[in-house]
T-cell receptor, first 114, second 112 residues
Framework: DSGVTQTPKHLITATGQRVTLRCSPRSGDLSVYWYQQSLDQGLQFLIH???????AKGNILERFSAQQFPDLHSELNLSSLELGDSALYFCASSVDLAVNQPQHFGDGTRLSIL | AQSVTQLDSQVPVFEEAPVELRCNYSSSVSVYLFWYVQYPNQGLQLLLK??????LVKGINGFEAEFNKSQTSFHLRKPSVHISDTAEYFC??????????FGTGTRLQVFP
């Protein structure tokens, strides 16, 4: 158990819809990272938050947004969903900003677009 | 820009045999290197990391990796694998920035 909790585990929805994925980091971790894992794109970094502030963006679409709340949990919002958004979305947390710190991954949310 | 190449998408091996999973990276700056493992229906777990110093890094579950700067490689090895090592293995690099750049993964399949 990594200590990172992601909900829900599975989401099935239709094209054009909007969903919210939630992540609770390990106790004491200030950094939250979001990743997308798909068969064609592999594991892609989406966005990084540290103590409530956005730190870095990766291959995140404009239809996607995220935030980190004062209690340090984070949400990833996906809107105007397309079939190609079907993927496994991971959240990871680490203690601080130092990039040499290991990232602890949750078990992911599997998003299926019908 | 940085990139990671995992040369083998699948590696089949018999139990108790040695295994090497290959990883090459491309970067014009120095990087930190990591190996993560993903068991079925789970998130990624850190196996080991290279930050600096000794080029031979030991990790969990008996795995080790060797950083070779001249060949820009960071191959993962285990002298004797178990059935429980069956999983997907990801090599990743970071150029000392916020994001990890992952390879496409190598599926290790251990047969009895």
């Amino acid at each position: 158990d990594s200590g990172v909790t992601q909900t829900p585990k599975h989401l099935i929805t239709a094209t054009g819809q909007r969903v919210t994925l939630r992540c609770s980091p390990r106790s004491g971790d200030l950094s939250v990272y979001w990743y997308q894992q798909s068969l064609d794109q592999g594991l892609q970094f989406l966005i990084h938050y540290y103590n409530g502030e956005e730190r870095a963006k990766g291959n995140i679409l404009e239809r996607f947004s995220a935030q980190q709340f004062p209690d340090l949990h984070s949400e990833l919002n996906l809107s105007s969903l397309e079939l190609g958004d079907s993927a496994l979305y991971f959240c990871a947390s680490s203690v601080d900003l130092a990039v040499n710190q290991p990232q602890h991954f949750g078990d992911g949310t599997r998003l299926s677009i019908l | 820009a940085q990139s990671v190449t995992q040369l083998d998408s699948q590696v089949p091996v018999f139990e108790e045999a040695p295994v090497e999973l290959r990883c090459n990276y491309s970067s014009s700056v120095s990087v930190y290197l990591f190996w993560y493992v993903q068991y079925p229906n789970q998130g990624l777990q850190l196996l080991l990391k290279y930050l600096s110093g000794s080029t031979l890094v030991k990790g969990i579950n008996g795995f080790e990796a060797e950083f070779n700067k001249s060949q820009t490689s960071f191959h993962l090895r285990k002298p004797s694998v178990h059935i429980s090592d069956t999983a997907e293995y990801f090599c990743a690099v970071t150029p000392h920035t916020d994001k990890l750049i992952f390879g496409t993964g190598t599926r290790l399949q251990v047969f009895p």
